[in-house]
């Protein structure tokens, strides 16, 4: 489990060592089992795309600690390339909650997120990201850019990385695997 970003060094009293690491592990907490929680139910989302013929990505957003969008990525059923699993629960929690800021959410996705994803998330101001699998190819977080945590935006995010990682990037693998 590692976490990023700007509340990690502003919370770095608690344990001063965190402060001079820009990825730091952190000591599994409730908080912890809870993302633990809400990434298995991304995952189930990212195995229903597959078996619907999609990269099987999965994500959510919690607000008030319960889930107010669910979906897999629908790119190639729904002909849109903009249709990430992202895209679609930021949308969708938008139109819920009446508002297109999603102050106090978290964004909860298997994979890291792409640059168009991360950028909406900027534009949604959204506070909080977990995902599980590193994007070597792609990742828009920290493996390709540092879209979420560039210096010239006034946004920035709380950022979790390494959710179930496994489970989430073993599913991409049985899923590309099976095509080759
Ligand atoms: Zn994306």
Known sequence: MLRIGMRLRASGNRCPVLTSLPYAHVILSRRVENETQFMQLALEEAAAAAAAGEVPIGALIV???????????????????????????IREAARLLGNYRLAGTTLYVTLEPCSMCAGAMIQARIPRLAYGADDPKGGAVRSCFEVLTHDKLNHQVEIVSGVLASECASLLQAFFAARR
Do not use: F, W
């Open 63 to 89: 607000y008030d600690s319960k889930v107010l969008a669910i979906s897999g990525n629908r790119t190639i059923r729904d002909c849109d390339p903009t249709a990430h699993a992202e895209i679609i629960v």
